[in-house]
């Protein structure tokens, strides 16, 4: 099985650094997904690791420690358009590769 | 191009009707989903089809019925639901189910808004 937690809300201000942390304890890994959602829209592909180490794109960037079951997304010159929820998605090792969501951490960044 | 589209993006349906979810890609993708999510939570997976064969149910009742006619459409036959169904329906697609990185991102469409009455 899978079970993972993420912080249920985050707030920020516009310009600023924000942090959201993953950590996931599965039965099997193999690659783990960001996903941004904004309110009755559809999730958006933003990252996807699946080694040890830090993924960027752009002013979105994804790390990823498998031995500690944790990873985290960074988002740099936050805007009010990042308000969202971000869903951490693991992906396992069984023969279907299937996700598998965190409930999402619903970040609200302010003027 | 990492388009997936939906019809209808509403629907209104009471629990006697017979209505259909459309789901379409032209991405080459192999594998098709089918998320059901509720307001504040995550989508949790329904089904999954591989190169047009049903793969995965994950125990969903039978009065949701889904259908892949061909490599790019993916439908999901509704009949007899109920309120608590009412949800926002998500499809998504990958380019199939291997484990192979890079190879499994699921692209998902904007979703139909159901609300049984």
């Known amino acids: 099985g899978q079970n993972i937690d993420q912080p249920t809300e985050m707030t920020a201000t516009e310009g600023a650094i924000v942090q959201i942390n993953c950590t996931y304890q599965?039965?099997?890994?193999?690659?783990l997904f960001w996903y941004q959602q904004h309110a009755g829209e559809a999730p958006t592909f933003l990252s996807y690791n699946v080694l040890d180490g830090l993924e960027e794109k752009g002013r979105f960037s994804s790390f990823l420690s498998r031995s500690k079951g944790y990873s985290y997304l960074l988002l740099k010159e936050l805007q009010m358009k990042d308000s969202a929820s971000y869903l951490c998605?693991?992906?396992?090792?069984?023969?279907?590769?299937?996700?598998?969501f965190g409930k999402g951490t619903m970040l609200l960044v302010s003027p | 191009d990492t388009e997936v589209t939906q019809t209808p993006k509403h629907l209104v349906m009471g629990m006697t009707n017979k209505k259909s979810l459309k789901c379409e890609q032209h991405?080459?993708?192999?594998?098709m989903y089918w998320y059901k999510q509720k307001a504040k939570k995550p989508p949790e997976l329904m089904f999954v089809?591989?190169?047009?064969?049903?793969?995965i149910n994950e125990s969903v009742p039978s009065r949701f019925s889904p259908e892949c006619p061909n490599s790019s459409l993916l439908n999901l036959h509704l009949h007899a639901l109920q309120p608590e169904d009412s949800a926002l329906y998500l499809c998504a697609s990958s380019q199939d189910l291997s484990a192979a990185p890079g190879t499994d991102t699921q692209y998902f469409g904007p979703g139909t808004r159901l609300t049984v009455l």
């Open positions: 991405m080459g993708h192999r594998a």
């Open positions: 599965t039965s099997g890994f193999n690659g």
């Open positions: 998605a693991v992906r396992d090792l069984a023969g279907y590769s299937t996700l598998t």
């Open positions: 089809y591989s190169y047009e064969k049903l793969s």
